[in-house]
């Protein structure tokens, strides 16, 4: 069952992480249906399946997701983009970085909730205010990490390749940008999440389609059941997108592995 | 080939006090030669290393190439480090076709050439492992190909095989040497603390004097026969004879530096 490291073996886990769950689930339907919980707040895991089943057999959830997945991949492109971007940029200018220094963290400050009526008014109620409130979450993510990626460089290495003959590009291209895609990767779930939030919390607030909407809708009718089973939706998607995006960052850190 | 005249290099520390590494030192070492530099830790050997690299400047002084004024990077020179210089993201292979690749040389032609270069030092069943993957020795065996591979004139070397284990050390001067004395003899510069591997390995060592403000303080011929068995070598009353005559000049050093610097 464990490993020579002492670590449980995978299925160990897994079947732990089942029986968490299962045990979270039952008390639950069975406190609402002992009366101890009431389904008016808390609805019952029963309830919210049978919704959940029901939206994809129906398939109305479909176009709501895919404009979320929508928002939060664009949101994700650019705000890594530009963070990226910016990151290199600044590491490899140290005065600007300096003077711009205080700036970045006065925006990176700011609650992006309050940006969001901003963002509605400027972009409309479409998909971009949407893309925009997760490229504000997603650039810092993007920025901190690769601004940290260029300059964590190992000084050998740098040496090492410029006596080999690089120039300042080749340095850049063989060494700055690969370190810094450590770093980038390893903040990808972290940036997909915050895109994730973005998206929703922009839906959330004005829109007329997507999860948060859906969330939204079922709120306003005080419907707990729908609040529910658009939390276990976006729940869902975001294990399975950050599923991929593991195996993508496994396969491109593969060199990290001995 | 090598010709350093009166270099001097200052460092400010952050108290803004200016420390002198290495003062007024003018040396030349001939084409072809394998010199080592050897003097107690913390004596400014690598700053010294660094200045022929030209990869730290010097604040007084010339360092001339085979006449020239050196300026920038050395591109006469590889450089050895003592610590892991390879890129942990690309395979050997692509890590020892690194200078070619650099060059502007075609990817399969650096493809090809890398591998010669692993075959000959014995890494061919490992090219497409990543750094990480491979033991220290090996580790080393690489860097060497990837910076042989380029044919500079020069290889400058500082410690580099200080972190292996002594077996290990000893089979890497070996295959240095025989590197060495095979291919058309480039000019090298051994740095080391180990007055023993630098008898071993070098025709002539430079000792450094106890920093700060290191100076060369002596010279000395090396005259042992090549090619050398370096596993009987160290044993034989030449080489006792001559370490005893270097350690007299390195011993009054390395008291010193002990002296300055209590507890090191």
New interface residues.
Partial sequence: MRDRHGRAARTTVLAWQLAVAAAILISWEWGVHAKVLDPFFLSRPSAIAARVVSWLATGSIWRHLIVTLEEALLGLILGAVLGIGCGFGLARLPLVARVADPYIKMLNAVPRVVLAPLFLLWFGLGIWSKVALAVTLVFFVMFFNTYQGVRDADPVIIDNVRMLGASERQLARHVLVPSALTWIFSSLQTSLGFAMVGAVVGEYLGAARGLGYVIAQAEGTFDTTGVFAGMTVLAAVVVIVSAGVTRLEKWLLRWKQA | MIALEHVTRDFESPSGATYTAIADVSATIAAGTFSAIVGPSGCGKSTLLNIV?G?LAASRGTIRIGGEPLRG???R???M?Q?????????VRENVA??LT??GTSRREAAERADAWLARVGLAPFARH????LSGGMRKRVAMA??WI?DRDIVLMDEPFSALDIHTRQRMETELLSLWETANRKTIVFVTHDLEEALALADEVLVLSAGPASRIVSRHAVPLDRPRDLLELRTTSAFVDLYRAVWADLREEVIKSQREKPGA
Avoid at chain 2, 83 to 91: F, H, N, R, V, Y
Avoid at chain 2, 130 to 133: E, H, K, R, S, V
């Fill in positions: 690299a990869l990077v050395n591109r020179a590889a450089y480090f610590q892991d210089a390879l890129l942990p993201w690309k395979d690194l200078g650099l060059a990543y750094p990480a993957q990837q910076n380029i």
